[in-house]
């Protein structure tokens, strides 16, 4: 038996991360990444989620209502917003060539981590779909948004 109700795990994950983000990023760098955050996280999550839950019925989530937006649930995609912040704030700039795709496959790990918890805890339920789905995923959704910001510093340094 967990120690919070299920449907309190996306809420409590949400304000979680938004706990890490006002530790570990400086308020300075809030209006920068907000908005990759809003639209890498946010919008994409649930247009992704949509677009797997709703449209090709891949997987679906349980015990998220009433707040779901397009089949997805919406603490989970607000919660994209500052882990979208803390990717960007961390993400290597330089250094061994091997870096940035550690750090890449760490943050996809994790996501899978995730999807495997909230499947195991019966929110998420697939349908057709496995962790390693949502490894590959995030694999080439982290390595696009990290593309777009690195083009986005270039074009506009600090």
């Not at 997987?59 to 989970?76: K, Q, S, T």
């Not at 250094?95 to 790990?109: H, N």
């Amino acid at each position: 038996m967990s120690v919070i109700p299920l449907e309190y795990y996306a809420p409590v994950f949400s304000l979680f991360l938004l706990f890490l983000l006002v530790i570990f990023v400086p308020r300075e760098r809030y209006k920068e990444l907000f908005w990759f955050g809003l639209v890498w996280g946010f919008l994409f999550s649930t247009a992704v989620t949509f677009l797997i839950s709703e449209v090709f019925h891949l997987f679906h989530y349980e015990r998220v209502m009433p707040f779901i937006l397009f089949g997805a649930p919406l603490w989970l995609t607000f919660a994209w917003i500052p882990a979208v912040m803390l990717y960007l704030h961390f993400l290597p700039e330089g250094g061994e060539w091997y870096v940035f795709p550690l750090y890449l496959v760490g943050f996809a790990v994790a996501g899978m981590e995730i999807d495997g918890v909230l499947n195991q805890g019966g929110i998420l339920l697939y349908d057709h779909w496995t962790p390693f789905c949502r490894f590959l995923l995030s694999l080439g959704w982290f390595y696009l948004l990290a593309r777009h910001y690195r083009y986005w510093r270039k074009k506009n340094p600090v």
